[in-house]
């Protein structure tokens, strides 16, 4: 089972960038990576989903080398309301393996002004 | 919002009450699932549907029984818990099973549960 290791927590100011990087060595072939938010309270939202190389929407990029055992979330110009915990998750039930999809410990940014 | 529901909210129940959290999805998906989410630790899935069929049991106590009558109402039937077992517990739903390309999975709020 692919298993994933990210930061514990991370700070920074409004108006950086946050780059966020997720361990998975054991991905496999079929696996594909999703980074999602969570606010206090609420359920995770999805940010960002991708499988090789980089892939960006409105809202943030994400980083993968090639060899896919890592990937790198980034957040331009964060801003408070960014403080949240960002999780990523490995994992692919259509291959028929159940029961892999895990999250990772999620890493809890704390936005400073 | 996200088209997931989830009640109640908020539940406190003793170690011998029988109680059920509902979730119900707006969104036409086919899969729904349920994540316990402990303080402090990561994201635990329970259980996963997919076209009202069991498809993933990840060892859970029996003490916790889902039930998926519909595709867009997913239970779960709470009995005997342990004052451990507090937590905050998640639906969520996607069109098909998650994990595949743009399979994005839509959280319910959760319902925050205190055995005691």
């Known amino acids: 089972l692919a298993k994933t290791t990210q930061p514990i927590s991370m700070d920074s100011y409004e108006g950086q960038e946050v780059n966020i990087t997720c361990s998975h060595n054991?991905?496999?072939?079929?696996?594909?990576i999703t980074w999602y938010q969570q606010f206090p309270s609420q359920g995770p939202r999805f940010i960002i989903q991708?499988?090789?190389t980089k892939v960006t929407n409105e809202v943030a990029s994400l980083f993968i080398p090639a060899d896919r055992k890592s990937s790198t979330l980034s957040l331009p110009r964060v801003s408070l309301s960014d403080t949240a915990v960002y999780y990523c998750?490995?994992?692919?039930?259509?291959?028929?393996?159940?029961?892999?999809?895990?999250f990772g410990q999620g890493t809890t940014l704390q936005v400073k002004p | 919002e996200t088209g997931v529901t989830q009640t109640p909210r908020h539940l406190v129940m003793g170690m011998t009450n029988k109680k059920s959290l509902k979730c119900e999805q707006h969104l036409g998906h086919n899969a729904m699932y349920w994540y316990k989410q402990s303080a402090k630790k990561p994201l635990e899935l329970m259980f996963v549907?997919?076209?009202?069929?069991?498809?993933e049991n990840n060892s859970v106590p029996s003490r916790f029984s889902p039930e998926c009558p519909n595709s867009s109402h997913l239970f779960l039937h709470l009995h005997t818990l342990q004052p451990e077992d507090s937590a905050l517990y998640l639906c969520?739903?996607?069109?098909?099973?998650?994990?595949?390309?743009?399979?994005?999975?839509?959280f319910g709020p959760g319902t925050r549960l205190l055995v005691l």
């Open positions: 054991n991905i496999a072939t079929n696996d594909y």
């Open positions: 969520a739903s996607s069109q098909e099973l998650a994990g595949g390309p743009r399979e994005t999975q839509y």
């Open positions: 549907y997919s076209l009202e069929e069991r498809v």
């Open positions: 998750l490995v994992g692919d039930l259509l291959s028929g393996n159940t029961g892999k999809l895990i």
């Open positions: 991708g499988y090789k």
